[in-house]
């Protein structure tokens, strides 16, 4: 699946504040050279200290517009390094998952393969002089090959454009989740908070492959006979809870969690937001979610 970079963060202008600073500046150095002109036609006595007072006015106006541009070159600096790690972590998620994607292939797909080509090499071998056998054998190449393709099926799910930006998200969701449930027999449910909502594709899609990556998870793990989904919005968050009934397992430290894990996290990282898991063995797991509701919203 491909990392869904949250849009590049557009240069600020410069504050009010500071532009009206930049005014003054200019204005009062224009009135101060006007001020000189006129000291000119004023007796010695009376013009020393105005001048003075002029002169001093004038240095303050020049620290003023110094201060005023080193600021804003220091925010350009910070925007611009803000940027550069926001491209490094998007690089970073999509090689996480191009890896993730390769370990699935070797860890799910290629050894059932392989297992079918030694069992239909057997049942080549005794074809001729044990038929129950060989037929014990190619009934195994059947079902490793049925096993294959279901893990192709969890990786082409992953892989195909996305129905999020045509249905909406819940629709996405409900869609996943059916898919998810015919295939293991489980009873899963869907509260689907969201109405007629529209949130910006970033959002919808990060959240969408986050609620995927749980769902395969628990297909994968949990042995579980039921999956809970809850879609909620908060006045500045989307909310999603995934919540399975399995067998539930002591969750590692962040630096031992496994890629899967560690995708969704960065996903919702990328947008400031949160992804919390939560699970004890014997009593299920949980996937809490918050996505900003609008990127760039403060976490």
Known sequence: MSATPSPSPRRPPLPRAQVAVLVVTFLGMALCEAAENQLLTLPRSVAAPLAIAVNALQLVIVLAATW??????RQKSAHEEALARLVEKVIFAQEE?????????HDGVSPLVVSAKQHAEVCRDVLDSDRARADAELGHVSERLREAVEEMRHVLRALRPSSVDA???ALAVRRSLDDAARDTGWTAHLDDGLGDARLPAAVETAAFRIVQ????????HAKTERLEVELRLEPAWLCVRVRDHGAGFTVPPPSASGIGLASMQERARLLGGTCDLDSRPGDGTTVRVRLPRWVGAPS
Request: net charge positive; hydrophobic share 50%.
């Open 68 to 73: 005023t541009v080193l600021r804003a070159w």
């Open 97 to 105: 998952e191009r890896r993730r994607i390769a370990f699935e292939l």
């Open 167 to 169: 249905d909406g998200l």
């Open 213 to 220: 990556e749980a769902i395969s998870n628990a297909a994968r």
